[in-house]
């Protein structure tokens, strides 16, 4: 197999190619775990705990943002990239400042007050798919928004707003959709970039638009028409 890695090197990228020897259909975890021990020590990438749990193995395959512990490799020949729009370090590995500090300076976790509030799990089954989140970053990385620099929040720091948001244990309340506003939920272009390669099917976009219904009943935010300029037609 026929391995081709987009390393970043004291200020820039190289592309270099090895030889695989590996059977089957390896993950590209196993890939890069084996070219460390059998063909270039000095290789760097993140990876943790093997079960797409950790999020830390992030990398683009073949143009696509994957997580590299999950992802298998059929073909004989196979790109592997940093992912996009995070800070390169070393190799594939990328800051994760831009995942942290969102979630610090927007105080993303639950707040609860004085009163002990309980949560039904009928309640709970309605922001499921939210929790499933694990930081992984990949859907900041494919977000048209994002990567245009826009001021927009991000699909991912959103996603962790909307379960705290619907969660009567909060204290903050209404306080919270007065913040999600601050973050422009509305810039969101609904191209579905970050549901379609969330590796936990956590759906972003479809948390999205429920805070910006949210915000339109408020009165926080006018409604927008259809717009679909980014597909650039």
């Known amino acids: 197999m026929k391995v081709k890695l987009k390393r970043f090197k004291e200020g820039s990228y190289l592309l270099e190619e090895f030889e695989v020897t590996l059977e089957g259909n390896p993950t590209v975890l196993e890939i890069l775990s084996y070219i460390k021990e059998n063909l270039d020590p000095t290789l760097s990438y993140r990876a943790m705990c093997r079960s797409a749990i950790c999020g830390t193995c992030a990398v683009k395959v073949n143009g ?87 001021t927009f929040g991000g699909p991912m720091l959103l996603t962790r707003l909307y379960k705290i948001l619907e969660d009567p244990r909060d204290s903050k309340g209404e306080e919270r959709l007065h913040h999600i506003k601050d973050l422009n939920p509305q810039e969101c272009v609904h191209c579905s970039n970050c549901s379609i390669f969330c590796p936990k099917a956590c759906m972003p976009e479809r948390w999205i638009t429920l805070m910006e219904n949210k915000l339109v009943q408020k009165g926080l935010i006018q409604k927008k028409g259809e717009d679909f300029g980014f597909l650039g037609f």
């Open 64 to 150: 696509e943002h994957r997580l590299a512990c999950n992802t298998r490799v059929e073909s004989q020949e196979v790109l592997i990239e940093p992912v996009d729009n995070a800070e390169p370090i070393r190799d594939l590995v990328v800051s994760h400042e831009s995942i942290y500090e969102p979630l610090k300076l927007n105080r993303a976790w639950l707040l609860p007050g004085e009163r002990t509030d309980s949560i039904t799990p009928q309640r709970l089954r309605v922001t499921a798919h939210a929790w499933d989140c694990i930081l992984c970053g990949i859907c900041n990385c494919v977000c048209p928004p994002l990567l245009e620099g826009k």
